[in-house]
């Protein structure tokens, strides 16, 4: 019993660290979010450069991760929270990275827009946010009263 609680120590410290990678992936993709609409609707040149660099260490964190949480699952046999926290974490860490992976690909669609104007239907990027009542921001589209034509 007394080898016990090291051990349990020891997988307290390896989930807190991969809760820390998550959050540090979480953080790389929203920044490769922010870049892309950037990119689009700022016509910034360079975000798209950006994101493909973050998207490159977004995709290293996402199989360093993987392989962390398979390691902790098959030497310490997690069980109930534990087993779900690593399951929810393995999901996030997934669906992380395909967020990633369409923030690059918005970014390299941007570029490709470049040569083109923005069309007059097409809401300035400040009118697709509106402020409610306690001061925060979510996005809502607003509609445009100009109307675009196919």
């Given amino acids: 019993m007394t080898t016990a609680r090291p051990l349990r120590l020891q997988f307290e410290r390896q989930i807190k660290h991969l809760q820390a990678d998550v959050l540090r992936m979480g953080a790389l993709v929203e920044t490769s979010c922010s870049l892309a609409y950037q990119a689009v609707f700022e016509r910034n040149l360079t ?49 992380l990275e395909r967020i990633g992976d369409y923030a690059a690909e918005i970014g390299q669609l941007a570029t490709k827009l470049f040569s083109y104007s923005t069309p007059p239907c097409l809401p300035r990027p400040w009118a697709w946010l509106r402020t409610t009542s306690n001061g925060s921001s979510p996005i809502r589209p607003v509609r445009s009263s100009a109307t675009c034509s196919s």
């Fill in 47 to 95: 975000a798209p450069a950006t994101i493909t660099a973050q998207e490159a260490e977004t995709d290293r964190l996402y199989r360093h991760i993987e392989a962390d949480c398979i390691q902790v699952m098959t030497l310490q046999a997690p069980v109930a929270n534990d087993m779900r926290l690593l399951s929810a974490l393995l999901q996030l860490v997934r669906d």
